[in-house]
């Protein structure tokens, strides 16, 4: 099955606590970004990987950290969760940035994290 | 700066019903707009795309038409099922890095 895959489907953490997000995508893709979607479902970019290489970095805490051992996968680090951090955290892919035919972004079910 | 606005939150209407959900833009590039769908505790998945002014796209019954002149990509259906019940996200594509702008979204509700 060719898809983007999450785990885990849900964290339940303390405030202080690091937290790891994986993403693995089997859709051959060269970008792969991550989403934060709050309580309110506001979708909003956070990190952007093209071949391995960070391209998009939006205005997000440093106590996030991405990381990305081959363009097939992105996983999300979090030292020191708030509580602002609780949120539902998609991961997506897409064929590559250059250009509309690359446009269309596949995403995985996303990972739920309650930080209490 | 650049934007993407959906006005309604909510819609509420009975199977069989036409829908019209909005969605409008602020850009001072060219335009690459996005519909996509999210079933509750899903994935958000495309639904249609369009870059092309006046032509209308078409997917699973829904339909939308790009419209520079209004800068307006709404979503339209003619008679909604109960499976359409969802959240719909109206995005643009930034030319950077294929970074998409997502709206608020608009919660479809269809009663039967």
């Known amino acids: 099955e060719t898809a983007v895959f999450q785990t885990p489907n849900y964290h339940v953490t303390q405030v202080g606590n690091e937290v790891s997000f994986n993403c693995k995508q089997t859709?051959?893709?060269?970008?792969m970004y991550w989403y934060k979607q709050d309580s309110k479902k506001l979708l909003k970019i956070m990190f952007s990987y093209n071949n391995k290489q960070l391209i998009v970095n939006e205005t997000v805490p440093r106590r996030f950290s991405p990381q990305s051992s081959d363009k097939a996968h992105l996983n999300l680090r979090i030292k020191s969760v708030e509580p602002e951090d609780s949120a539902v955290y998609l991961c997506?892919?897409?064929?590559?940035?250059?250009?509309?035919?690359?446009?269309?972004?596949?995403f995985g079910p996303g990972t739920r994290l309650t930080v209490l | 700066g650049d934007s993407v606005t959906q006005t309604e939150g909510l819609v509420t209407l009975t199977k069989g019903l036409p829908v019209m959900l909005n969605c409008t833009y602020q850009t001072t590039y060219s335009p690459f707009l996005f519909w996509y769908v999210q079933h509750l505790n899903e994935a958000p998945k495309l639904l249609l795309k369009?870059?092309?002014?006046?032509k209308r796209t078409e997917h699973q019954g829904f339909y939308a038409t790009l419209h520079k002149s209004s800068s307006s990509f709404h979503l339209q259906k003619s008679s909604v099922q109960l499976s359409d019940s969802a959240l719909y996200f109206c995005a643009w594509l930034s030319g950077s890095f294929n970074k998409l702008t997502f709206g608020a979204g608009t919660r479809l509700a269809v009663c039967p």
């Open positions: 369009s870059s092309t002014d006046n």
């Open positions: 997506a892919s897409s064929a590559g940035t250059g250009g509309r035919n690359y446009a269309e972004q596949f």
């Open positions: 859709l051959g893709h060269d970008t």
